[in-house]
T-cell receptor, first 114, second 113 residues
Framework: DAGITQSPRHKVTETGTPVTLRCHQT?????MYWYRQDPGHGLRLIHY???????DKGEVSDGYSVSRSKTEDFLLTLESATSSQTSVYFC?????????????FGPGTRLTVL | GDSVTQMEGPVTLSEEAFLTINCTYT??????LFWYVQYPGEGLQLLLK?????DKGSNKGFEATYRKETTSFHLEKGSVQVSDSAVYFC????????????FGQGTRLTINP
């Protein structure tokens, strides 16, 4: 199994509070991704990183920010959580560029915003 | 933009039945196509992939053929097992650099003994 951990695995928070989710990898892969999974939508890309301090927006980036200060860590921050951000969040990594490579997924973080 | 459409679920079958999960896509270019599987409580795992027209991806008895003329990538298995119960996602990616996957909505499969 690819060495990807996510923390916390579960979190319940209140509307308006800041939340940070952490993804940690031990594979030294260049690319890291954050997705959210919602019923009826599959997974949707939030943000991704192509190197330390290099990040870009995905399909559903509004309300989220990311940071990558080290190769192994990719943080997802909800500056002011809303109920619409209740979801399961997955981190993924890949080592190579191009459209045909495998992404390895972490175990997910279930976030509930009350 | 790019999109992926999967057949609606949930799908319930008996053990040893034949499985088909339909997947069609819309893309501006020439994408790579994937099937990912998610077992209960876990993240996604790559099941199989195809990178060009008429390629057949296969793994664990599952197969899918990249059909450019019908923009489809249907997943099939000849004889399903209880252990195949999971959620299956069709996905595509295209372009260079970071691989930005576009997923279908997922199909929940339950196999009864």
């Amino acid at each position: 199994d690819a060495g990807i951990t996510q923390s916390p695995r579960h979190k319940v928070t209140e509307t308006g509070t800041p939340v940070t989710l952490r993804c940690h990898q031990t594979e030294n892969h260049r690319y890291m991704y954050w997705y959210r999974q919602d019923p009826g939508h599959g997974l949707r890309l939030i943000h991704y990183s192509y190197g330390v301090k290099d990040t870009d927006k995905g399909e559903v980036s509004d309300g989220y920010s990311v940071s990558r200060s080290k190769t192994e860590d990719f943080l997802l921050t909800l500056e002011s959580a809303t109920s619409s951000q209740t979801s399961v969040y997955f981190c993924a990594i890949s080592g190579l560029a191009g459209p045909y490579n495998e992404q390895f997924f972490g175990p997910g973080t279930r976030l509930t915003v009350l | 933009g790019d999109s992926v459409t999967q057949m609606e679920g949930p799908v319930t079958l008996s053990e040893e039945a034949f499985l088909t999960i339909n997947c069609t896509y819309t893309a501006t270019g020439y994408p790579s196509l994937f099937w990912y599987v998610q077992y209960p409580g876990e993240g996604l795992q790559l099941l199989l992939k195809a990178t060009k027209a008429d390629d057949k991806g296969s793994n664990k008895g599952f197969e899918a053929t990249y059909r450019k003329e019908t923009t489809s990538f249907h997943l099939e298995k000849g004889s399903v097992q209880v252990s195949d119960s999971a959620v299956y996602f069709c996905a595509l990616s295209e372009g260079q650099g970071a691989q930005k996957l576009v997923f279908g909505q997922g199909t929940r499969l339950t196999i009864n003994p």
